[in-house]
């Protein structure tokens, strides 16, 4: 076998433990399974949210915040659609990618639904693939029975008591596409 075909079929690999990592978190986070929590993110990964209320570096803080946030929910449903994938070209053990996510959660008592995307680090380590960055937006954040008149306005996300603007279609909240998306296409 040539080392660039075993190059290809390690990307191939790659790839496909990285969607799976994508894939588990949902199911770890609707699990609330603590230990599951540690073997996806890296020791020194980083968890944040585009409208700041994550922020947390290395895997103690994102446990503690991950287990804060399960105080105020019910059960979750997690569910992941189109998961792009780019690996960095200088090291073999980086890798980038945009996910495509929604979820159905019960919050403060209210059922809710959530469009989410993440922009995501990933890195190689002796266990396997990890998040070494998470960054989450929400397009909107609402009860059920508010989807219908809260979809065509800025004002999407309600997790919070409060209401505030979606973080994307950028092209709506900022007025042009944002730059991730322009470097992810060929």
């Known amino acids: 076998m040539t080392d660039a075909l075993e190059r290809r079929i390690q990307r191939i690999e790659d790839r496909a433990a990285i969607q799976d990592l994508a894939v588990l978190y949902g199911y770890v986070m609707d699990e609330r399974d603590e230990d599951g ?21 290395g895997i103690d803080e994102i446990v503690t915040t991950y287990l804060g946030r399960f ?69 909107y954040y609402t009860e059920v029975t508010e989807y219908a008149n809260v979809l065509g306005r800025d004002l999407r996300v309600r997790a919070y008591g409060d209401e505030r603007p979606g973080d994307w279609p950028e092209l709506l909240t900022k007025g042009h596409p944002p730059e991730w998306l322009k470097s992810y296409l060929p």
């Open 71 to 139: 105080k105020a929910l019910g059960p979750t449903n997690h569910f992941t659609h189109g998961h792009v994938v780019r690996f960095d070209d200088a090291d073999p053990d980086v890798a980038y990618g945009q996910l495509a996510s929604h979820a159905e959660v019960v919050r403060d008592g209210k059922a809710m639904v959530v469009a989410l995307r993440y922009q995501d680090v990933y890195r190689r380590t002796p266990t396997g693939w990890r998040f070494a960055d998470r960054l989450m937006s929400y397009m």
């Open 37 to 57: 929590i540690r073997k996806l993110f890296c020791e020194d990964g980083t968890l944040r949210s585009a409208d700041g209320v994550f922020a947390a570096n």
